[in-house]
């Protein structure tokens, strides 16, 4: 699968891609999800002009950025941040934990 950054942030797909329906409100309820609880992570290198970025999390913006959306956006009213789990990121680096990664080094357009 290739992923493409277009216009207005948003990202494009191409190749083989397969999307599934999920109840996500039974899925999200608490947040955020520890890296082993995970299946997969596909990462995206970005490459051209701007610097390839390392994949990374930063456990104080996630959970700043989890008590906005909580206090904010409808979707995320309900959901329960989970303490535990914000704890078991890394302050700011590669989770050690992390499942089996799915790279893709997409070339991605110039953003103009």
Sequence with gaps: MSVYLVKGQQYK???NVINFAQDVNSIAD???FKPADLSAILIVSRTGANAIKQFCVCREYDR?????????HIYYRDITID?????TLPKDGIPEDMPHALEDNA??????
């Design 64 to 72: 700043q950025a989890l008590v906005r959306l909580k206090q904010n």
């Design 30 to 32: 608490v947040l955020p």
């Design 107 to 112: 070339q991605l357009p110039n953003e103009n």
């Design 83 to 87: 303490k535990l789990s914000l704890k």
């Design 13 to 15: 797909y191409s190749g």
